[in-house]
Structures are given as C-alpha cells and as structure tokens.
C-alpha cells in the first residue's frame, strides 16, 4: 500500500486554480518582464483594448483640430490633392502653402508631438502599475515635460538628420540607439545629451532587435492607418476644394487609432531593455511613475 497521500480534489471551472490571468483586466498591476516581439504587440494591443478612450480621446483633442484648420487653409492649392498634381501652382501659392506648412510642422513639433509622446509615455507606466488615467490625467502628466522632451526630441532630430545627410547608414543607426530619450525624460527624470545617453546604453547589443520590432510596428500601424486614410483622401479627391473635410477626418481618424499603439510599443520596448539590463521591477516603476 502507498503511502503518498491522495491528491487534492478540485473541479474546474470553479476552481480558483483554473481562473485566468487578471492582468489583463481593468485595476490590476502588470509586472515588466522581458519580452518577445509577440509579448509586446500582445501586450500592447490588450493596453489599448483596455485604455483605448483614454488613449483616443488624448491624441483627438491634440490632433483633430490641427489637421481640420490645416486642411482648411490649404484646401484651394492644386498640388495639394491627387486629381490635380498635374497643374502647377503659382510662385504666390507655393510661398503661402510654405508658410503654412511651416506654421503647423512648428506648432506639431514644439506642443503636440511632445505633449503626446511624454503624456503617453507616462500613461503607460501608469497603465502597468494598475491605475486608469483620464483624458485629463494623461494631459495632466504631459504639460510639465513639454519643455524637457521638446529638447530632447530637437537633439534627436538633429543627430539623425545629420546622420542621414551624411552617409544615411548612420542616420538610421543614431534613430534606433537614441530612440527612447523621451522615456528617459519622463521616468528617469533626466534632461537633454543624459537621456540620449541612457537611451544609447540600454540599446547597446539590442539594435537589430530594436529595429526588427520597431520595423514590424510600424508596418502594422502604416498599413491600419493607410486603409482609412487612403480612401478618404481618394473621396476627398473627387469632390474637389469641398472634400476638405473628408481628407481631414480621414486622416485624423487614422493618426489618432494608430498613434497610441506605435507610442506604446516604444515604451514597452524601453521597460523591455531594463529588465534586461536592470532587473527592473514594479515596485521600482511605480516610485518613478510617482516621482515623474
């Protein structure tokens, strides 16, 4: 006769043992770890699935006006839609079409963009630690980095164009090894060359992985975005001056689904790398989290 004792009885479904995961449920904590590409676009898709009004509603109110008076005030040009490439705009619409370009490239490069790239940033972190920020809350946390992740965001733009006009090799090497200054701004606290820094130690022996998944995101968002863009711009494109506004909600709808993703892959990416070279933890995230 044996003497191992029976093993426990218990019956599935009710069973507690057999519950799924909570981690992907509302409130509950999601601890880093070190991830597959399949990890992080999992681990990205249900963040969204279950933030995504928060996550929409953030880059719709930054977005959707930009791109409704942009396309607006460039709804006369010729060049600006697809039926009409063919004719030629005068010397005095090319300098207005210029000067409007430049008013709104300015306006997305030194405000949204780096309201939308440190709030989410942030959210993110957020996101793991259990918490379910507001519209607000993620605007809240974005406006007092403006400053620091505008500068950070201007170095990086002009390493990797300088390393474009160079050789063009390098430009894409400086894009990938500095890619995560703005995390480093918003959880590391650091400020300008310290973040580009940091960035460029965590990526040391990752680039290949870095650029593979960065590569397979945004062949996904591209081609989301594109499915709704593109046909809207085509509609807009037979109605003449008056599509305007189809081209405009077309391709605001496509940046504001997309944009949230491709933001959070690259945050995700970033506590990739420190747990890897870090053993970063909840517990740690959570105190950066708070001191941001």
Not at 54 to 61: P, R
Not at 76 to 102: C, D, K, R
Not at 232 to 258: H, N, P
């Amino acid at each position: 006769m044996s003497d191992w004792p029976p093993p426990p009885q218990f019956e599935a479904p009710d069973d507690p043992r057999f519950e799924p995961p909570r981690r992907w449920e509302r409130g509950h904590a999601i601890e880093p770890a070190q991830l597959t590409l399949a990890d992080i676009l999992d681990r990205g898709f249900n963040l969204y699935r279950m933030h995504w009004r928060s996550l929409v509603g953030f880059v719709a109110i930054l977005i959707v006006p930009l791109d409704l008076v942009e396309q607006y005030l460039t709804r006369n040009f010729p060049h600006y839609t697809y039926g009409q490439l063919g004719q030629q705009p005068s010397p005095s619409q090319n300098t207005n079409l210029a000067i409007i370009s430049l008013v709104f490239a300015a306006i997305s490069f030194f405000f949204v963009q780096p309201l939308i790239q440190g709030g989410l940033a942030r959210a993110v972190a957020r996101f793991h630690l259990g918490e379910q920020p507001t519209v607000g809350d993620i605007a809240e946390g974005g406006l007092p980095l403006i400053g620091p992740v505008v500068w950070v965001i201007f170095l990086y733009t002009l390493v990797v164009l300088g390393g474009l006009i160079a050789l063009i090799i390098p430009g894409i090497f400086f894009a990938i090894r500095f890619s995560f200054g703005v995390p480093g701004v918003v959880l590391d606290k650091l400020r300008g060359t310290e973040a580009l820094r940091r960035s460029w130690r965590l990526t040391e022996g990752n680039f290949w992985r870095v650029l593979g998944i960065g590569l397979v995101a945004g062949l996904l968002t591209g081609v989301a975005a594109a499915v709704i863009a593109v046909p809207a711009a085509l509609i807009a494109d037979q109605m003449g001056v008056s599509g305007w506004f189809v081209r405009a909600i077309g391709l605001s709808i496509a940046t504001v689904l997309t944009m949230p993703f491709s933001q959070m892959v690259n945050v995700l990416l970033y506590f990739d790398l420190r747990v890897r070279k870090e053993g970063l933890t909840l517990d740690r995230l959570h105190w950066e989290a708070g001191a941001a």
